[in-house]
Nanobody, 118 residues
């Protein structure tokens, strides 16, 4: 079972920046998307961003232009650079890795809290 370990959450003021990282416990050699979802209190979990090997990305409209997802396959790690943070970005952020080719799988991290408040 692949484990995902997230880090980088915390408290930041509006307009500030944070970077999240998530490392998988082993290499996933099949085609996959690595990315981030978030869940705010009382709301459903939603996609933030993901990236597939080769660089294809997908972002939620609410974070386009502010967040950047990237990956380092040599380190089995995905990053989320978050700039111009807003109070509405406050949520528990979950790392996710899922297969997008012939091999199907879906792994989740435990979540890291991001709080944007003055």
């Amino acid at each position: 079972q692949v484990q995902l370990v997230e880090s980088g959450g915390g408290l930041v003021q509006p307009g500030g920046s944070l970077i999240l990282s998530c490392t998988a416990s082993e290499s996933l050699n099949s085609l996959n998307a690595m990315g981030w979802y978030r869940q705010a209190p009382g709301k459903q979990r939603e996609l933030v961003a993901y990236i597939i090997q080769g660089g294809t990305t997908n972002y939620a409209e609410s974070v386009k232009g502010r967040f950047t997802v990237s990956r380092d396959d040599a380190k089995n790690t995905v990053y989320l650079q978050m700039n111009s943070l807003k109070p509405e970005d406050t949520a528990l952020y979950y790392c996710n890795v899922h297969g997008v080719g012939v091999v199907q799988y879906d792994y989740w991290g435990q979540g890291t809290q991001v709080t944007v408040s003055s």
